[in-house]
């Protein structure tokens, strides 16, 4: 017999130990995890194997399959926006093939068994693409059908794989005579995402975090991005948490494939006001560069996440409030304690 197992790739990325922890302390999971890299040590016991390798690696995936019997994938691993434009090629690879690779193996898959495979998919912010600044100051708070034109290589695959996994759950082979895949495609657009434990790479949201844990360890810090820059943001936690809810949302009560959640929007000045609030001495300049700029700049001011709240009852643990003084600030502190600054 196979053993039955949720499937987190990407499980060593930022989202990726959010997902591992919160799926343990559900404590009715075993959980097969794929990285690229080994997971954090923290993080070992929690899961029922490892795996260190590439989704891109077919044979791999197959082997996983013929000793698993994957009944939830988390599909987290990604190339973030600001690393996939070096690379865009490569980002197709990864963000998309890989996609596309496990939506084919979870199509297989469902032959052999009666209820759906489902297939859990973290999209963005960078689907949306506003033109100029006056759209972005029109269009505050976006639906998930308004302004779908990325200007990325990481927000055309997203909205790609989106439509992938739409595609595969509702209309796969619709012309043949036996149509019995069967997938539970799910997706949500997350706002840019804050960790108190891990720092991201390659994400042009990455300056609200950074900001944060340059002050904690007494570092200046100089901002990519201008004082007026907004975009909606949510702490590391809430993600987790936004994932598993929709995952184990009746599918009977979700109206749509795709959704937007968030948590607060802030200017990046803001975030500095935030800061300094705890920490007084943080050294925080502007310098913008105008071309994380441009990006940032098309994305919207904040998401409306009112599907979610109304289908499936998305409310996030932290407002902005809550997420510095309970979450973020007791967290990093603690981890940087000793090193020069810390609160
Ligand atoms: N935080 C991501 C990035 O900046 C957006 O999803 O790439």
């Known amino acids: ?28 999971h075993d959980l097969l995890t794929l990285d690229l890299q080994s997971l954090p040590e923290a993080l070992q016991s929690l899961v029922t194997t490892h795996i260190e390798g590439d989704i891109l690696n077919n044979i791999l995936l197959a082997r996983l399959v013929s000793e698993y019997e994957i009944d939830v994938i988390y599909h987290l691993a990604a190339l973030l926006s600001k ?39 973290p999209s963005s912010v960078a689907v949306y693409g506003l033109p100029d600044p006056e759209s972005k100051g029109l269009y505050k708070r976006v639906r998930e059908w308004e302004w779908n034109q990325p200007r990325t290589i990481y927000g055309c695959n997203k909205l790609y794989c989106e439509m992938l996994g739409s595609y595969y759950s509702q ?31 390659g994400g042009t949201s990455d300056y609200a975090p950074e900001m944060i844990h340059a002050a904690a360890q007494g570092r200046p810090y100089k901002c990519f991005v201008r004082e007026d820059s907004r975009i909606s943001f949510m702490t590391m936690p809430d993600a987790a948490k ?96 000793g090193e020069s600054g810390g609160a």
């Open 1 to 28: 017999m196979r053993k039955k197992v949720v499937f987190v790739t990407g499980a060593s990325g930022e989202v990726g130990q959010a997902i591992v922890k919160r799926l343990a302390e559900e404590g009715n």
């Open 83 to 121: 690393s996939s434009e070096f690379a865009p090629d490569t980002a197709h690879e990864v963000n998309v093939e890989g996609t596309l690779g496990l939506l084919r193996l979870a199509a297989e898959q469902s032959q052999w068994r009666s209820k759906p495979i489902q297939f859990v998919f």
């Open 171 to 201: 209309h796969y082979r619709q012309l043949a005579a036996d149509q019995s895949v069967l997938i539970d495609f799910r997706a949500l657009r997350f706002p840019g995402l804050i960790s108190a434990f891990t720092l991201p790479t």
């Open 242 to 337: 936004s994932l598993v809810r929709l995952a184990e949302a009746p599918r009977e009560e979700l109206t749509r494939q795709v959704y937007n959640v968030t948590s607060f929007s802030l200017s990046a000045a803001e975030i500095r006001d935030m800061v300094l609030k705890y920490f007084p001495e943080a050294e925080i300049t502007f310098q913008p560069d105008p071309k994380p700029q441009a990006i940032i700049d098309s994305w919207p001011a904040d998401l409306d996440d009112s599907a979610a709240q109304i289908d499936w009852g998305w409310e996030p643990t932290y407002d902005l409030e809550r997420a510095f003084s309970e979450y973020l600030i007791p967290n990093i502190t603690e981890r940087y304690a």
